[in-house]
């Protein structure tokens, strides 16, 4: 099928990458120039795992003009970003214009997909009238809306799109459910056709879960903290009950990145919205928030006065195999360590040019750099720090890396 994908962001050049795969022809449009010269030229425009051998296997092309892109699509995804704004509500700036445009160039019969993450309500209440002020025409007459949400994690989001545990796909009418039928056909997962509204709602719902789960076993892992118990040999005896399932019950200083925040606070102010008290929501959040302090405490009981102290940290990214440091949970424990004047250390595989744009005069080291410190804090759980030498160490764990638990003179994990 010929594909339009608006947005050569994350979220996009991975579906345009894999659907090609697929075997179909895809256009990207993105305003930034930079990206589109990186696509033609088959190149990732930022890192993923296997992103660079998809492009290099198959020819995706793309250009900042709808004019180019849009008119001979079958299908039109919108993959554009969806930020918060300080008062926690989505900023839809870039869903407007791709709208605009999608509009002022839309054929008879093409399909609109909405890949991005929207609250509920978005794609009927602000995409579809837009589209079709727009256009001049009518959807379901003229032209058809789905809204197919992502549920691709960083590191592992090619085999996330094209081994997916489920496909959602909200629709209006038996004609944008079969195009994506059509589309999705050699995908053997289990396909819910839904509401648009619940498929926003499910994304959401999906993201809101996940963080509870972590939120949840932070909390109990607090309460493991003080009783001394392993908080992951609880999380492994809860696991096993089906109802529960052990992913996503990893204890330790919370969770972050670009996805999880965004999506949680923009739930809670859509609640509100609706006269609704997120309760625990709320607290989902305030837990996380929270979290990042507990290192910060325990380094407190090993070091007396932490001022003046070199504290090496090992890890900057929200999670292993990125270099996104979005929301991550080292940026508030850096700020903090900054304020008791301290002198920072860090080292991440990835993630050290993305932090020196927040923390320009922290210093940037190697792995043994780092160790060579009065105390040290693991933030994320790189698989290569399991190969480091943490023997006299004094070593304050926020991921459980167990080499450390083993060979560091004192270890101290967050929860456990
Ligand atoms: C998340 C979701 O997992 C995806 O399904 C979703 O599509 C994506 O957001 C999105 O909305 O686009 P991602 O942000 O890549 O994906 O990151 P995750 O792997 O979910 O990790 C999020 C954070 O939780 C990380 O900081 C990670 O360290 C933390 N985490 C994860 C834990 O602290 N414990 C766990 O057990 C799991």
Redesign the pocket.
């Known amino acids: 099928m010929r594909i339009g994908v608006i947005g050569a962001g994350?979220?996009g050049t991975i579906t345009g990458a894999c659907l090609a795969d697929h075997g179909h022809n895809i256009i990207c449009i993105d305003i930034d120039q930079q990206k589109v010269d990186a696509i033609n030229k088959q190149k990732s425009p930022f890192y993923e795992k296997g992103l660079s051998v998809l492009l290099k296997r198959n020819e995706i092309k793309a250009t900042t003009e709808y004019t180019q892109a849009i008119p001979n699509a079958e299908i039109i995804f919108i993959c554009v970003g969806t930020p918060t704004k300080k008062d926690n509500t989505q900023d839809l700036t870039h869903i407007k214009n791709a709208c605009e445009q999608i509009g002022k160039n839309l054929q008879k019969n093409q399909t609109i997909v909405v890949k991005s993450?929207v609250v509920p309500g978005t794609t009927e209440d602000v995409i579809l009238p837009l589209l079709e002020k727009y256009s001049e025409m009518r959807e379901g007459n003229d032209f058809h809306i789905a809204v197919n949400?992502?549920?691709?994690?960083?590191?592992?989001?090619i085999e996330?799109f094209l081994h997916p545990d489920r496909i959602i796909i909200g629709c209006k009418n038996k004609k944008s459910k079969k195009t994506l039928e059509t589309l999705y056909k050699d995908f053997t997962c289990p396909k819910l056709f839904t509401s648009l509204t619940a498929a926003e709602m499910i994304?959401y719902a999906?993201?809101a879960f996940?963080?509870t789960?972590?939120s949840f076993?932070?909390e109990i892992g607090n309460i493991c903290k003080k009783l001394n118990i392993d908080t992951y040999e609880v999380a492994e005896g809860m696991g096993y009950d089906q109802r529960i399932g052990r992913?996503?019950?990893?204890?330790?200083?919370?969770?972050?990145?670009?996805?999880?925040p965004k999506?949680v606070k923009a739930l809670i102010t859509k609640a509100k919205e609706l006269g609704e008290t997120p309760r625990i929501l709320e607290s989902v959040l305030q837990v996380n928030q929270e979290q990042p302090q507990k290192p910060l405490d325990l380094l407190k009981k090993h070091i007396d006065i932490v001022k003046g102290k070199e504290i090496g940290i090992l890890g900057a990214s929200?999670?292993?195999e990125?270099d996104?440091i979005r929301?991550?949970?080292s940026i508030p424990i850096i700020k903090e360590l900054l304020k008791e004047q301290v002198t920072v250390k860090i080292y991440d595989p990835k993630a050290m040019d993305n932090l020196k744009k927040i923390f320009p005069t922290i210093s940037y080291c190697s792995p043994e750099e780092v160790l060579d410190s009065d105390a040290v804090l693991i933030l994320?759980?790189w698989e290569e720090f399991e190969h480091l030498n943490y023997k006299d160490k004094v070593v304050i764990d926020g991921?459980k890396i167990e080499k450390a638990r083993k060979e560091s003179k004192i270890y101290e994990g967050v929860c456990w």
């Open positions: 994350y979220v993450s949400p992502e549920f691709l994690q960083e590191g592992t989001a996330n994304k999906s993201n996940l963080s789960k972590i076993i932070n992913a996503f019950l990893n204890a330790g200083i919370g969770w972050g990145g670009s996805c999880f999506d929200f999670k292993p990125t996104d929301e991550s949970r994320t759980d991921r």
